[in-house]
Antibody, heavy 115, light 107 residues
């Protein structure tokens, strides 16, 4: 069974940093693109970034370029999102998802950016 | 960027009704279209991929159709557990984009 477990969320001040993790199991992690998606409170879904099987390609939405970095460790079957220079508008539940078509999702982790 | 426009944004229906939700892309996306269901407080769940393929384990009352710029999600006979928010997603080109969502409520 595919399992994705998101962690690392919390309360951070504007301008601060946070690193999210996603632990994957139940499938061959190194065969899949992986993605991050977020959802601000009461709002719709927003794709954030994704990364190719081997980490050689990454893509992200313009609003996080230069601030967020997606990475992966295939040996640890884990996905990461390093978030720097956080802003109030980054407050959201962050989900990791498998594939470019988001075929399986983690449970999400809440990031709150507030002073 | 490709804009995905869902309609309606919200609707109410009764158990047993047939419901159709539409998603229009601002440019052609072939069949790189998926549909998701999200219940309150839960992670989204994929229902349909490649515009018309049913995700394993999803009830057959859900179906998808379309190609190019216009797509539909149909629920043939609404069940109580289907009252949720539905999103379309295009992954034909970057940035990957979602529709704004359709909230389906009980009449």
């Amino acid at each position: 069974e595919v399992q994705l477990v998101d962690s690392g969320g919390g309360l951070v001040q504007p301008g601060g940093s946070l690193r999210l993790s996603c632990a994957a199991s139940g499938f061959t992690f190194s065969n899949f693109w992986m993605s991050w998606v977020r959802q601000a409170p009461g709002k719709g879904l927003e794709w954030v970034a994704n990364i190719k099987h081997d980490g050689s390609e990454t893509y992200s939405v313009d609003s996080v370029k230069g601030r967020f970095t997606i990475s992966r460790d295939n040996a640890k079957t884990s996905l990461y999102l390093q978030m720097n220079s956080l802003r109030a508008e980054d407050t959201a539940v962050y989900y990791c998802a498998r594939g470019r078509d988001l075929n399986s999702w983690g449970q999400g982790t809440l990031v709150t950016v507030s002073s | 960027d490709i804009q995905m426009t869902q309609s309606p944004s919200a609707m109410s229906a009764s158990v047993g009704d047939r419901v159709t939700i539409t998603c229009r892309a601002s440019q052609g996306i072939s069949n790189y279209l998926a549909w998701f269901q999200q219940r309150p407080g839960k992670a989204p769940k994929r229902l349909i991929y490649a515009a018309s393929s049913l995700q394993s384990g999803v009830p057959s009352r859900f179906s998808g159709s379309g190609s190019g710029t216009e797509f539909t999600l149909t629920i043939s006979s609404l069940q109580p557990e289907d009252f949720a928010t539905y999103y379309c997603l295009q992954h034909n080109s970057y940035p990957i984009t979602f529709g704004q969502g359709t909230r389906l409520e009980i009449k």
